[in-house]
């Protein structure tokens, strides 16, 4: 809210009111179905809070563009909110069909996560069109003037002329080196799958003082085999993940790992803590558990395959007809499977020496699918306005057209990964440790997504495109 008030001045606040208009409109939705608003649900919808901003911003460079073409006040802000909509459709459009596809395949939390995402898409456009629009119009038509930026940020990007293209075989370079390290990582050392994939027992243990997770995770490893041990929110929880004859089913067994666990962890506790206390987790105690069959978790890591490859010839094929040049749609593919290998590879070089759990669960699915999306968002708007500068400058050189392009979107681009950056970071920081490991997945995404977008999926259009024409 405040940077878009520094960046945008009065219209900012106009942003603003719109934004917050869009969160009362999700949650009256949201109550109105009845839903249950799991942690994934939350950050889909602060996620949400997040790209809403970004066609705000597309309307409001539009319209600083306009400007600075010396036409009208009001010839300006129409021209602005018209030029802008194509983009902002197909931005949204793409983030949306994947979010249906995460619906469609996703179970439990990671279907509330989809619900809520697909609502705030919604929502989104419609604040972004009709209500700023409406109170952008007002203004002008009580004050006859308003601003779109500050004295601070009047010319920020407006006269760049970033050589980007002349820098690809760098980012080429750069890219191989940081895939070929996460392709590496992931074939030695694998990622840190969690039971949603493997099958097992998660329990939520509380304790009556501060434990060491450490210390507790070798006096199981003697005692399960396996176990993974992980501080869970407050210094006193812990999460207990262990393998532990997980292909055995029946009530033997689950009585069996709770009797170890007893046997384990009770000295742990101040005062002496009776079994039947112990297992009913009132206070202190085993306070959750789930299990997993290998059957079940064989079916869900199918579905997250089948989710994250669907979502991928869908858009593949939107952006074909769209864009009507098979280009556009290599570029932006080859753009999300860079995005997707990075993140994955980072996951798997940490996971060892992170603080916060950085299993591969099902959460973990639902940010990879929202790196695509916010990736193809990003993308397809660089796109849109490359196509744009190709119709009107059709006497240009491929590769000037392509970087005046760059250039004219290079604000949007910063304004809404900052935006976007700082929402997550603040549920990162305050969204406690559950989903800690789930926003981390998508800062990454984030900042890969803003750097593919300009130097991979561009680069590769571009010189499949140049390849074409000669």
Do not use: C
């Amino acid at each position: 809210l405040v940077w878009m008030i520094f960046y945008y001045g009065i219209s900012g606040i106009f942003a603003d009111i719109a934004l917050i208009f869009n969160i009362v409109l999700i949650f009256g939705i949201l109550a109105g179905l009845g839903a249950v608003l799991t942690l994934p649900g939350i950050a889909g919808i602060v996620l949400t809070i997040g790209i809403s901003v970004d066609a705000n911003v597309l309307i409001f460079e539009r319209i600083r563009e306009e400007i600075r073409k010396e036409k009208g006040l009001k010839q300006s802000i129409s021209d602005g909110f018209n030029n802008a909509l194509s983009s902002i459709l197909d931005a949204n459009i793409t983030t949306g069909l994947t979010a249906l596809v995460l619906y469609i395949f996703g179970t439990g939390p990671i279907k509330g996560f989809a619900t809520t995402l697909l609502i705030g898409i919604a929502t989104s456009l419609f604040t972004a069109i009709f209500i700023t629009r409406l109170l952008v119009d007002n203004r002008v038509f009580k004050t006859g003037k308003i601003s779109f930026s500050t004295k601070r940020t009047k010319d920020l990007f407006s006269n760049l002329s970033i050589n980007f293209l002349i820098k690809r075989r760098i980012s080429y370079i750069l890219s191989s080196i940081i895939l070929f390290v996460s392709l590496t990582s992931l074939l030695t050392q694998g990622l840190n799958q969690g039971v949603d994939f493997l099958g097992g027992r998660s329990y939520i243990v509380r304790f009556d003082k501060q434990v060491s997770s450490s210390d507790i995770e070798s006096s199981l490893n003697s005692s399960l085999g396996s176990a993974e041990v992980k501080t869970f929110g407050a210094a006193n929880q812990l999460k207990i993940t262990t393998k532990y004859k997980v292909d055995e089913e029946g009530l033997d067994v689950d009585q069996e790992i709770k009797e170890i666990l007893y046997e384990s962890l009770s000295s742990e506790y101040l005062e002496e803590i009776a079994y039947e206390k112990f297992t009913l987790g009132e206070d202190v105690g085993i306070m959750s558990s789930i299990k997993v069959g290998p059957t079940i978790a064989d079916d869900i890591k199918q579905n997250s395959v089948i989710a994250i490859f669907g979502s991928l010839f869908i858009v593949f094929f939107y952006i074909l007809l769209r864009f009507q040049k098979w280009q556009f749609s290599i570029g932006a593919v080859s753009a999300v499977f860079h995005d997707v290998l990075v993140v994955l590879g980072i996951f798997s070089l940490t996971y060892k020496i992170m603080p916060f759990n950085m299993e591969i669960n099902q959460a973990f699915i639902a940010a990879l699918l929202t790196v695509i999306g916010y990736s193809l968002n990003d993308t397809v708007v660089v796109f849109d306005r490359i196509r744009e500068y190709f119709r009107i400058h059709s006497s240009w050189e491929d590769q000037k057209t392509v970087n005046a392009a760059l250039n004219s979107t290079l604000s949007r681009t910063l304004n809404t990964s900052l935006t976007t950056l700082i929402v997550l970071s603040a549920i990162f920081i305050f969204g406690g440790e559950s989903i800690r490991g789930f926003m981390f997945a998508l800062i990454i995404g984030v900042i890969v997504g803003t750097y593919s977008s300009v130097f991979i999926a561009t680069p590769i259009m571009f010189d499949s495109y140049s390849k074409r024409v000669k």
